[in-house]
């Protein structure tokens, strides 16, 4: 299965659109406030179905829901490639933000389920930083996928068809998995049971501390990240145009070779950083203190970008955002942990899309706002900015202890 469960992570992240998304935003004509505006409406549909599809998963099939989310991201990518103004791309955002709630927490919580069968629960933050890498991996390698065909074909249209094959082979990856990872299913569609189970975990949320503080954290740091990394982008657009290189070439074919670059080697460090995260929890003595020296780390970074976006030292600015992307992969696998320690089996897939959720929430805000500053300011410095106070603000309203494990979870 661990074979498996890789598999996904790297077909899921053959997105050859991914490093180019910004781009192909600002070739339509789009502002970055209009940008914020797209991106902030993808995360209202991912929230609108984030917990019901965790909780619909939980009860009738997580595989379901899986290949359900698959179908709605190759509708989403047909909608991208034919849209040629803005109001079509909401279209495509919808679809896109159903693909993400159905997929979020289903599949990580298909992936504890199996190691609690196999009596490996202890291994959680070692065995999703390993699938994690390797979705860090075909990033990389879609990375450099991406970059070849916006060279050869020279347009942004045909990278989303292309996405559709690896989507396609994974529908049928899935159904390869196991029946007993679908869950205690219920075969008979029932609101009140997926209410009641929408409740409790809500309940849970609010009212367990532990938890609550989870959120707060995962909406701070995913959030702002989500929001800000795609920034990365058209920085590196005016990095290309800016380097005395491949003069011959225009300016997406340029653009094209350093992003493929770039986000190649960002991915291989992601996935290094993914699949060695358990070593920052081993050497701070848990995930709870990996997670402080981190917010610590974040907030450095962010800090740095200040100057750096502000006066366009490019070098510096690609630095700092690989240096983000590795962070966020180090730190990814051990909020995931902490979240499904402080839940119940039955209700693992609705719990973690709580925390997708909550990041989705933080992305509804902060993407817009992003948009706005950059679009008032004329340059990328408000990115630092806003990261900075959020990795203050957090750093400052958490400084206790937290348990790793509840001893009894509010029901």
């Known amino acids: 299965m661990l074979f498996r469960f890789s598999l996904y992570g790297f077909l899921k992240n053959q997105r050859y659109y991914d490093p180019f998304l910004y781009l ?18 993808r995360e209202v549909c991912t929230n609108l179905f984030e917990i019901p599809s965790g909780a619909l998963a939980d009860l009738y099939g997580r595989r379901r829901a899986m290949i359900f989310s698959f179908c709605a991201y190759i509708v989403s990518y ?3 490639a034919q849209s040629a103004s803005l109001f079509p791309l ?18 990580k919580a298909m992936i504890f389920d199996w190691l609690r069968v196999q009596g490996r629960s202890d291994e959680k933050t070692k065995v999703y930083g390993f699938t994690r890498s390797w979705s860090q991996m075909g990033s990389a390698i879609s990375s450099l996928i ?22 396609a082979l994974n529908i049928i990856n899935f159904l390869g998995y196991p029946s007993q990872l679908d869950g205690d299913k219920q ?42 990394k795609d920034f990365l982008q058209p920085i590196l657009k005016q990095t290309a145009l800016a380097l005395p290189l491949f003069l011959a070439l225009d300016a997406s074919k340029r653009s094209a070779v350093l992003v493929a670059v770039i986000y190649f080697i960002l991915h291989f460090l992601s996935s290094f950083a993914s699949r060695n995260s358990h070593r920052i929890s081993d050497w701070r003595g848990g995930d709870e203190g990996a997670a402080r020296f981190m917010w610590w780390i974040d907030l450095a970074l962010f800090a740095l970008l200040i100057p750096a976006l502000w006066f366009n030292w490019y070098p510096a600015i690609i630095l700092l955002f690989v240096g983000l992307a590795m962070l966020q992969n180090f730190w990814r696998p051990g909020l995931i942990s902490r979240f499904n320690a402080q839940s119940t089996p039955e209700m693992s897939a609705t719990i973690l899309s709580i925390e997708a959720q909550s990041k989705s929430l933080a992305t509804i805000v902060l993407a817009p706002l992003l948009g706005w500053m950059v679009d008032s300011v004329g340059n990328f410095s408000p990115v630092g900015v806003v990261g900075t106070c959020i990795a203050v603000a957090i750093l400052l309203a958490y400084q206790g202890e937290l348990e790793e494990r509840p001893v009894s979870a509010p029901a």
């Open 90 to 107: 909401f279209a495509a955002m919808f679809f896109f933000g159903l693909g993400d709630a159905f997929r979020s927490g289903t599949h």
């Open 24 to 41: 192909v935003f600002l070739e339509k004509g789009l502002s970055y406030f209009e940008i914020g505006i797209l991106i902030g409406f």
């Open 146 to 167: 991406a970059g070849g065909l916006v060279f050869y074909r020279g347009n942004f249209t045909d990278i989303f068809y292309f996405t559709i094959i690896p989507y």
């Open 187 to 228: 075969h008979e569609f029932s609101l009140k049971a997926v209410s009641r189970m929408l409740g409790s975990a809500l309940k849970q949320s609010v009212q367990f501390a532990p938890l609550r503080r989870l959120v707060f954290e995962g909406m701070g740091f995913e959030g702002m990240y989500k929001s800000s």
């Open 78 to 80: 047909v909608i991208f």
